[in-house]
T-cell receptor, first 112, second 109 residues
Framework: IAGITQAPTSQILAAGRRMTLRCTQD?????MYWYRQDLGLGLRLIHY???????GKGEVPDGYSVSRANTDDFPLTLASAVPSQTSVYFC???????????FGPGTRLTVL | GQNIDQPTEMTATEGAIVQINCTYQ??????LFWYQQHAGEAPTFLSY??LDGLEEKGRFSSFLSRSKGYSYLLLKELQMKDSASYLC??????????WGAGTKLIIKP
């Protein structure tokens, strides 16, 4: 592995179901981020973590939760999916919270 | 509120030069980033400006004027593979990136 991986690549989900999007990085970066990207809008930050064991809320955190048990992994959980959460989700990481961010390949999520 | 503005779409000819503008209003400024995003792929880092002036990196250059809240990305000797969206992002006072909606660049032969 070199960089950031995300799983699954795409998913179709029924409304009300619980879903966890996985993100793993092997660059030993301290900071990690979850964004959503919707047509016509800029990337919007959902949650972030500046270091293992800490997390923070971004611009659009409602309906999402994260955990950062170790440096490499930063899963994003939708507790009860709704159609408005249909989007492309990108995980990113940076060496520290002030450095250039590098992105994973994304997860395309459709909630019906 | 915080705002990043960039044109929605631009068209240019292979071999030519194109300038993509970005204006911003943010709470604080800790640098401006340009990313390239091909359709269906992840954004990839192109450039970073924190001081006024021009940063050159091969065929790509990025300019920043902090007093005007303005940046541009200059692409020279355009190639078909440069067809992509170009995203402008500003790091605000909380060190969070605020993103523009992106400029879709179409290159014609």
């Amino acid at each position: 592995i070199a960089g950031i991986t995300q799983a699954p690549t795409s998913q179709i989900l029924a409304a009300g179901r619980r879903m966890t999007l996985r993100c793993t990085q092997d660059m030993r970066h301290n900071a990690m981020y979850w964004y959503r990207q919707d047509l016509g809008l800029g990337l919007r930050l959902i949650h972030y973590s500046n270091t293992a064991g800490t997390t923070g809320k971004g611009e659009v955190p409602d309906g999402y939760s994260v955990s950062r048990a170790n440096t490499d992994d930063f899963p994003l959980t939708l507790a009860s999916a709704v159609p408005s959460q249909t989007s492309v989700y990108f995980c990113a990481s940076s060496e520290t919270g002030t450095d250039t961010q590098y992105f994973g390949p994304g997860t395309r999520l459709t909630v019906l | 509120g915080q705002n990043i503005d960039q044109p929605t779409e631009m068209t240019a000819t292979e071999g030519a030069i194109v300038q993509i503008n970005c204006t911003y209003q943010t709470s604080g400024f800790n640098g401006l980033f340009w990313y390239q995003q091909h359709a269906g792929e992840a954004p990839t880092f192109l450039s970073y400006n924190v001081l006024d002036g021009l940063e050159e990196k091969g065929r790509f250059s990025s300019f920043l004027s902090r007093s005007k809240g303005y940046s541009y990305l200059l692409l020279k000797e355009l190639q078909m593979k440069d067809s992509a969206s170009y995203l402008c992002a500003v790091m605000d006072s909380n060190y969070q990136l605020i993103w523009g909606a992106g400029t879709k660049l179409i290159i014609k032969p």
